[in-house]
Every structure is written in structure tokens, then in C-alpha cells.
């Protein structure tokens, strides 16, 4: 047998993959779900799909029924809060039995301070996950000012701090033209515990670098329910770009 890579088991707070998915039929979904889901830790419904998906409250339970939590994707929340409809939209979370909630500003523009407020307000009902970075790749955030907003988030009550990336890897740690900010990753790795940081990245060559760089055991998002097995070959080290542990 092959050296083992230690790879943390569920329910853990490291070596999280978070899965992005915008519409994968009941059917489809379920088998992947049933062939890897000792690998998943949390399912998004990206973008707004929650609210018009087919099969959703079929979806959840099939998550739930194997310890992966489900939650619907910061456009969701971001759409609700510009209508002003806070209260309707932690209602259609409670409807469909969700307890994890992501708060996000990638689309509109909310204050930090009403971030952090809302943060507190309902971190004692909900998991919390505070996404810092924009969606708009020609809004850009200074070094300096990540560090402050995932310091204040985790301070309000955040369980974790989402760094954008978006689904296309082209906005928040990423340049418009897909190319990771590794300045700015490594120095927000340095000011943070890696457990409390779920970096999205869906591009294959990025979540080597990241493997490479903080372990087999970094959490990692925005990972499509296709590349899950793809994944943990990179983690487990039996892919070139992972195959030797960086000293």
C-alpha cells in the first residue's frame, strides 16, 4: 500500500470542500452525492438557484442525510437585502430547514459595519460565513483592508470567512484574467488560522498551488460536484503538481 496522506474525517473544521452547483438534476446529483460524500462538508446552490431550483427541498434532505450541510449562495441574500427583506429572506431559510447562511457583498454594496451587524445579530441561529472580496473584477480591494474585514467578521461571529473567488475564478483573490493573487493569499494565510478560511477556487492548477502551500488539508470552495474525486487525488498527492510534500 501507498504511503498515507492524512486527510482529516468528518465532521471536521480543515480539509473542508465546499461544492458549488447551479442545477445538477435530483437524479445525477444523487449519485454523486452517495460516491463522494464522505469528501463533502458543505453544498452551495450558487448564485440565486435556490429560490427556483427543481427538487430543492429533496436536495437538502438527500444532504443532510449524509452530515453535508447545505446553504444557498450570497447573490440570494444579497438580492433579498436590496429590497430590504432581511427578515422574509431568514424566513425562507427557516422554510427550507437551512441552518447556514452566507453574507456577502459581492454584488451590492453593504457596509461592513451592516455586515458585521447582521453577522452578530443571527450567528446564534445560523452558521455564519462572511465572504470578503467583490465580484467586480475592476473593485479592488487594498492588502490592508482584507485583513480588517475578515478581522471584524470572525470577531462578530463569523464560523468562517469565504474568500472570493468566484464560480470562473476571475474576481476577489483572482485577477480578471485568472491568475491568483498569491500576494495576497499568502499574506492573508499568514494573519489567519487556515481553518477559518474557505478559499474558493475552482480552477485545477490554483488548488494545487494552495495544496502546496498550506497541506492537503486547506478548505477549499466553489468546487464543482464533477472534480470532487479529481480533488482528492490532488490532496491524497497522486497528481505530478501534488506528488511531492513541499518542505
Given at each position: ?24 438534476p435530483f437524479e445525477i446529483m444523487k449519485q454523486?452525492?452517495?460516491?463522494n460524500h464522505e469528501n463533502i462538508d458543505f ?148 494573519n489567519f488560522k487556515k481553518e477559518k478560511l ?50
Amino acid at each position: 500500500m501507498l504511503k498515507k496522506i492524512y486527510r482529516t474525517k468528518k465532521p471536521r473544521n480543515n480539509g473542508i470542500t465546499s461544492i458549488i452547483d447551479e442545477g445538477t438534476p435530483f437524479e445525477i446529483m444523487k449519485q454523486y452525492i452517495l460516491e463522494n460524500h464522505e469528501n463533502i462538508d458543505f453544498f452551495k446552490f450558487g448564485q440565486g438557484t435556490a429560490y427556483n431550483t427543481p427538487n430543492l427541498k429533496k436536495k437538502i434532505n438527500l444532504l443532510k442525510t449524509y452530515d453535508i450541510k447545505p446553504y444557498f449562495g450570497g447573490s440570494l441574500f444579497e438580492k433579498f437585502i436590496s429590497e430590504n427583506k432581511l427578515k422574509e429572506y431568514l424566513n425562507f431559510l427557516r422554510k427550507n430547514k437551512i441552518d447556514t447562511i452566507e453574507i456577502s457583498n459581492g454584488t451590492i454594496d453593504l457596509s461592513l459595519k451592516k455586515r458585521a451587524e447582521i453577522t452578530k445579530k443571527i450567528s446564534k441561529e445560523f452558521l455564519v460565513l462572511c465572504e470578503v472580496g467583490s465580484k467586480n473584477e475592476n473593485k479592488q480591494l487594498k492588502i490592508s483592508d482584507w485583513i480588517k474585514e475578515i478581522s471584524l467578521l470572525i470577531e462578530a461571529g463569523s464560523e468562517y470567512i469565504i474568500l472570493e473567488g468566484r464560480n470562473s475564478g476571475t474576481a476577489g483573490i483572482f485577477e480578471k484574467n485568472g491568475k491568483m493573487k498569491e500576494k495576497l493569499v499568502n499574506k492573508i494565510v499568514k494573519n489567519f488560522k487556515k481553518e477559518k478560511l474557505i478559499i474558493e477556487c475552482p480552477i485545477h492548477k490554483y488548488q494545487m498551488y494552495l495544496i502546496n502551500l498550506l497541506g492537503p488539508n486547506v478548505n477549499l470552495g466553489n468546487i464543482n460536484l464533477r472534480d470532487m474525486v479529481l480533488l482528492e487525488c490532488q490532496r491524497l498527492r497522486l497528481r505530478s503538481e501534488t506528488f511531492f510534500e513541499k518542505k
